[in-house]
């Protein structure tokens, strides 16, 4: 039996926690879906695995949840206590373990937040602070064999890059070296960079009296700043990113890759060296297939109240009315309980990676984004869910105003969120990068095609002309344009050849990306020593 250690900042499997009225619970992004899923392929496989996170001032209050230990770490220069506690997942699974380590630096934003905002002249100063010292507890926890012994440490993204430095230059952590340790990259454009020194929140500050080799630790653009990332690409013994397109698109400089929006963000130095030293490789993340049953056929009554009242719950949670509701609410009062011609659908964060290019300008000088809308006409209604970016929040919330059939649902759910992706007829996904992607795969397990950018695991996954609509391009402009003329084509094939898009749909439908085969490959290709 493989022991493997989990090393994270989100992990989707802990208990939902309400704190003052609102839930919380382990996931901002992909790498909480990660951690929730891939553990129990690991167990179906003979695995056992552990996964720890910080509490964030939340999860050690579970109902359920047991101290198993203290430990005392030496951290800033003082010693703090830190409480290891185990956490009953939501689904109680053979062989997964759910740990959260809880101090009050974890919960330094407020109970329940996983990331903090700093201000732009102190990027990543609270988070690092916090990382650093959860990867410092739990390198406590492991020499203490509070997980038991460990086959593979398994890192993942810069918050738990720190546990290599330590690994490295600690001389009290030195048992770790004989641990395996992989790190999995979710997204290479977020690094954590902090300064060595001269700030509360630097290497210096966290490890004093630390000796370390500052070129193997520096970021390769700042010289006097540690880069987490890099560290972890320089030091794992093996480096993996969550699909195979993802990891040929890192190697390339961003200086020269497709738009500057991907490649290796700086470090494809690191990337490249990895790779001659087959440390790098491309695993596809997977993807839940329940049981049809349970995907279920909403009505689009169901959708539609399902709608009004997140936009209320979520108007109510704020002390003035935000216009991104308001609108919403104004457009949603206004539907009629017939279903639209054509519904297209679109969830995720708002940010520049996921609509960037819905944003930029075409040949006539307007969005990408209004093109389409025009093109969808009064008969269909693009549905986008998600939050994130103020300005790109403002960006939509001022087109919804322009065009009554964009709907604005600016907040998250669950519930909403599949909905979408079980009652729409086209899936908007043209982000600029995408090191993998889940939106996608559960639009299609619903039936529901995907157009999407033809970059990452959405190359990896959409086959244009099969199960959806891809484009390419070597700019900006081309890209945007390619956007909306796939877009055209899309909505040519709806409604002038229904044959052939349901063929699509029960392509798309299919299609599966199971997480017994990423286990697999992490058995066999991520965890297992060379000539092991």
Not at 5 to 29: C, H, Y
Not at 205 to 227: E, H, M, Q, T, V
Not at 238 to 259: D, G, K
Request: proline share 6%.
């Amino acid at each position: 039996m493989t022991n493997v250690l989990m090393v994270a900042a989100e992990n989707d499997a802990l208990p939902v926690v309400t704190i003052s009225g609102r839930e919380i619970n382990g996931k901002v992004g992909g790498i909480g879906d990660v951690i929730r899923d891939v553990p129990r392929a690991l167990a179906a496989r003979g695995c056992h695995v552990v996964v720890v996170t910080p509490a964030y001032g939340a999860f050690a209050n579970s109902p359920g949840c047991t101290l198993r230990t203290q430990v005392d770490v030496i951290f800033s220069g003082t010693t703090e206590r830190v409480d290891l506690c185990e956490v009953p997942g939501r689904e109680e699974v053979d062989n997964v373990r759910h740990f959260v380590l809880d101090h009050p630096q974890f919960a330094t934003c407020g109970a329940g937040r996983i990331y903090c905002d700093d201000p732009p002249q102190r990027p990543f100063a609270t988070d690092a602070t916090k990382f650093a010292l959860f990867c410092t507890a739990v390198a406590e926890c492991v020499v203490g064999n509070s997980f038991g012994d460990l086959d593979v440490i398994h890192l993942h993204d810069w918050h738990a890059a720190f546990l290599l430095i330590l690994r490295r230059y600690r001389p009290a952590y030195r048992k770790l070296k004989a641990v395996r340790c992989v790190y999995t990259i979710h997204n290479l454009s977020v690094q954590g960079v902090r300064p060595f020194a001269g700030d509360d929140s630097s290497l210096k500050s966290w490890f004093p009296g630390l000796r370390y080799d500052a070129k193997r630790l520096r970021d390769p653009r700042w010289p006097d700043c540690i880069n987490p990332a890099a560290v972890a690409i320089r030091l794992a013994d093996a480096v993996h990113t969550v699909s195979p397109s993802y990891a040929e698109e890192i190697l390339q400089p961003s200086a020269v890759a497709r738009c500057g929006f991907y490649g290796g963000e700086g470090l494809e130095t690191e990337l490249r060296a990895a790779q001659r030293q087959d440390r790098l490789l491309g695993i596809l993340n997977g993807c839940e297939y329940p049981p049809p049953a349970q995907v279920g056929e909403p009505e689009w009554v169901d959708l539609l109240t399902l709608m009004r009242g997140s936009i209320l719950r979520w108007a109510g949670n704020d002390t003035h009315l935000a216009s991104a509701h308001f609108l919403a609410h104004l457009r949603l009062a206004a539907l009629k309980n017939k279903r639209p011609a054509i519904l297209v659908t679109g969830v995720g964060r708002i940010t520049a990676q996921k609509l960037g290019l819905l944003r930029q300008p075409v040949r006539d000088g307007r969005s990408a984004l209004e093109n389409i809308l025009d093109m969808l006409g009064d008969k269909g209604i693009f549905l986008l869910l998600g939050s994130g970016d103020p300005d790109y929040e403002q960006f939509i919330t001022a087109t919804a105003a322009r065009y009554t059939n964009l709907i604005f649902l600016n907040g998250y759910s669950d519930p909403l969120a599949h909905t979408l992706y079980a009652h729409g007829d086209l899936f908007l996904m043209p982000s600029s990068f995408e090191p993998c992607g889940i939106s996608q795969m559960l639009a299609m397990r619903a039936g529901q095609p995907c157009l999407v950018h033809a970059v990452g695991g959405l190359k990896d996954t959409v086959e244009d002309g099969v199960t959806g609509f891809s484009f390419s391009g070597d700019s900006l402009t081309e890209q945007a344009e390619l956007l909306v003329d796939t877009f055209k084509r899309a909505l040519t094939m709806y409604r002038k050849r229904p044959a052939q898009w349901r063929s699509m749909r029960q392509q798309a439908s299919t299609m599966r990306f199971n997480w017994d085969i990423t286990a697999a490959d992490y058995l066999h290709r991520l965890y297992e020593r060379p000539g092991g």
